[in-house]
């Protein structure tokens, strides 16, 4: 472990957490991390506020500028062209050579293309990376009319940042309901209602055929499956991402859609690992898995396995545990744990709840045999990883997480308290008699400082 360089391609939630980690156990060890998108790390999800003026790019980075040289981080900002494996050496586009021992690749994703005619016009992008938020706030300058395809979590995002400078935009969905190859029917109609109510022209069942564009290069109009054709000056394409490996291609290492791993993460090539958006396991870790998990949470928890790795005699295998996931649809949010499919199969079952609302619901799915719980989808409504963790993982019943539905609430004060209303609800349904146990004011407040 003495001395050892070890060169992070990639400044996200993967490669960052991986340099900490490593840094907290190895204190000699040269630790070199490279981008071409930013110096220093920041927050990706935060990229819509900065370009709908909540926050400015400064208020994105976790951690002070003096931290990276307090702990000894050493940050290039650089796009690497080429990998010279059997050197060892990185070869930057300026014609820089970097030297590694170590080599751990976190680069990332990038915006997913499907070959549209027009797709390379002006005023058609995606939406990733620090580079495509400023080439938006280009695009979208006095723009009229804008059209966004693909109804995802960027493609969601996109829509409110437009609307945030009164944009009028219209949501090409190709599927039936927003997001529905995710959300089960009741979940995803729930969402359709709610973007149409901030005034976004969502057209379902609707897919995108060309883009137009002027003599200048620059799109003019889009053209639907259906004929339609949509004026407008910005095309946002946010149909998926995609792993960040084009600069690797041909290099000898092994990959498919992302660079191929095993368990620990490490690729063909000795002493060269990947995480992240990038990593694409050879086996599932699990049955529940993807080989691929473009997700901040993963990210963060390959960063974390990898650096104990590194780091320790006691070598691991990623374990994820039970998945989970969050987003944001305007102003509703999302939560997931566990296995809720967008169709039941034929030994699940689920108890599904809405206020009369329509802003918040709750499914939590079960096995129709054994009763054990399975997974859960929240809208409009926060609970706690933890308590899910446990339940998934201990294989609790769907009438043991009922009847501790209280404890799963992580709204803030003086919320509704809708876990009341939903027991009442399945209590009703299944002829059940469960109650929330009573706690003292003495452990509620012991509780409360843990």
């Known amino acids: 472990m003495n001395n050892r360089k070890i060169v992070i391609i990639g400044n996200g939630i993967s490669g960052i957490t991986c340099a900490r980690n490593i840094r907290k156990k190895d204190k000699e060890a040269e630790i070199l991390v490279i981008s071409g998108e930013t110096e220093h790390f920041f927050s990706r999800t935060a990229l819509m506020y900065i370009y709908m003026g909540h926050m400015k790019y400064e208020h994105t980075k976790p951690y002070e500028d003096w931290f990276w040289e307090k702990n000894r981080i050493k940050l290039l900002k650089a796009w690497i062209e080429f990998v010279d494996f059997p050197k060892k050496q990185l070869i930057c586009q300026e014609g820089k050579a970097i030297s590694y021992d170590i080599l751990i690749l976190a680069t990332g994703s990038r915006p997913n293309k499907i070959g549209w005619p027009g797709q390379d016009l002006k005023g058609v992008q995606g939406l990733y990376s620090f580079q495509d938020l400023e080439l938006m706030e280009e695009n979208t300058k006095g723009i009229k009319k804008a059209v966004i395809v693909g109804g995802g979590l960027i493609g969601i995002e996109m829509a409110e940042m437009l609307r945030s400078r009164n944009v009028p935009v219209t949501f090409l969905v190709r599927e039936r309901n927003f997001w529905d190859n995710v959300l089960p029917e009741e979940e995803a109609k729930m969402i359709n209602k709610h973007i149409l109510e901030h005034e976004i022209d969502l057209q379902l069942d609707t897919q995108l055929d060309e883009i137009i564009g002027d003599d200048e290069g620059r799109v003019t109009a889009v053209v639907t499956n259906k004929g339609k054709k949509i004026n407008c000056e910005f095309v ?215």
Not at 314 to 327: C, E, L, R, T
Request: aromatic share 14%; hydrophobic share 35%.
């Open 236 to 450: 946002g394409l946010t149909v998926g991402v995609v792993p960040n490996i084009g600069f690797l291609i041909g290099s000898g290492l092994e990959t498919s859609k992302g660079i191929l791993i095993d368990h620990f993460f490490r690729t063909n090539m000795p002493n060269v690992y990947a995480i992240g958006d990038c990593a694409e396991f050879r086996e599932l870790v699990a049955e529940d898995r993807k080989n691929i998990e473009q997700v901040w949470y993963t990210g963060r928890m390959h960063g974390e396995t990898l650096a104990h790795n590194l780091t320790s005699q006691n070598q691991v295998p990623y374990m994820p545990g039970p998945w989970f996931n969050s987003a944001k649809f305007l102003d509703i949010e999302y939560q997931t744990y566990g296995q809720v499919p967008p169709k039941q199969d034929s030994y699940t079952d689920s108890f599904f709840w809405n206020d009369a609302k329509g802003k918040v619901s709750i499914r939590l799915n079960y096995n129709k045999d054994s009763n054990v719980f399975m997974g859960v989808n929240a809208l409009g409504w926060r609970l706690r990883h933890d308590f899910f963790d446990r339940a998934l993982t201990e294989k609790w019943t769907i009438d043991q997480v009922m009847g501790n539905l209280d404890k799963a609430s992580f709204n803030p004060e003086f919320y509704k308290p809708y876990y009341q209303a939903v027991l009442k609800d399945y209590n009703s349904l299944k002829g059940n008699n469960i109650q929330f146990k009573k706690v003292s004011l003495f452990r509620k407040l012991i509780g409360s400082r843990a």
